[in-house]
């Protein structure tokens, strides 16, 4: 049974940092490329970051280029998304996914905010 458990959200003033984790499970994690999307209220799900199975390979929404770092640890079967410099427009519920694999974690809230 293929599992994505999301964590690390929060509220966060503007400018601040957030790491979030997708912890995988049920599925070879080392072979897939692994993504993370956004969802805010209102809007569709847009695609953040992604990167690539052995974690040479990485892209970005030009909305977060240079303040996103994603990154994975395949020993831990875990991909993380460092977030710096945080705005307002920011404020989404982030989700891991892995292309090809019909599964959603829950997503963790993100809330940039003063």
């Known amino acids: 049974q293929v599992q994505l458990v999301e964590s690390g959200g929060g509220l966060v003033e503007p400018g601040g940092s957030l790491r979030l984790s997708c912890v995988a499970s049920?599925?070879?994690?080392?072979?897939?490329?692994m993504n993370w999307y956004r969802q805010a209220p209102g809007k569709e799900r847009e695609l953040v970051a992604f990167i690539s199975s052995a974690g040479g390979g990485t892209n970005y929404a030009d909305s977060v280029k240079g303040r996103f770092t994603i990154s994975r640890d395949n020993a831990k079967n875990t991909v993380y998304l460092q977030m710096n410099s945080l705005k307002p427009e920011d404020t989404a519920l982030y989700y891991c996914n892995a292309p090809g694999i019909g599964a959603w974690g829950q997503g963790t809230q993100v809330t940039v905010s003063s």
């Open positions: 049920g599925f070879t994690f080392k072979t897939y490329f």
